[in-house]
């Protein structure tokens, strides 16, 4: 099993679930982040802290998002990883 950001994480200003992340599994796409199967060890901790409920276990994406499963497989290649909440004008207000 592996976790997996779903669509409601787009244009999210919020990046705790990458700060709680003991494997370093989150890309930063800026206006999405992904989670990369390979890295993330299913221990749940990004759930809780995602306000947008975008993280699902891959086995409990809802039926009109599983092609985020595969999208976040791809994806989470091409993006850097993320380790930090990223700083943004938005939160700092």
Sequence with gaps: MTYVVTENCIDCV???C???C???AFHDAITILYI???S???CDACVDVCPETAI???LDVPDKWKHWIAVNAKE????PVI???RKTPALEQ
């Design 36 to 38: 990369n199967p390979e």
């Design 40 to 42: 993330c060890i299913d």
């Design 83 to 85: 380790r930090e909440i």
């Design 56 to 58: 699902f276990a891959d």
């Design 14 to 16: 919020h990046t705790d």
């Design 18 to 20: 990458v700060e709680v």
């Design 22 to 24: 003991p494997t370093d």
């Design 76 to 79: 989470s290649l091409r993006f």
